[in-house]
């Protein structure tokens, strides 16, 4: 006997600023793994490549996603 049923996952990412520790908070969940991550990224290095390693991330490709921004949870 077999089962189906219809599933669905949802992903999605926030970016907060945090002025006072002056750097950017990425919340992610269901991108790339499940679950929830958060990471940190200094303002300073928020460029258009930090945002190009960002859409690869979210595209599902290699990316150097957790060599620039630093993975808190």
Known sequence: ??????AEV????????????????LLVRNIRRFGAAEYRLPFEILDQGAF???????LGEENRIEKLFRRVA
């Open 1 to 6: 006997m077999a089962f189906t049923f219809p």
């Open 10 to 25: 949802k992903a999605g990412l926030v970016f907060a600023a945090d002025y006072k520790a002056g750097d950017i908070r």
């Open 52 to 58: 190009e390693e960002l859409a690869r991330l979210i």
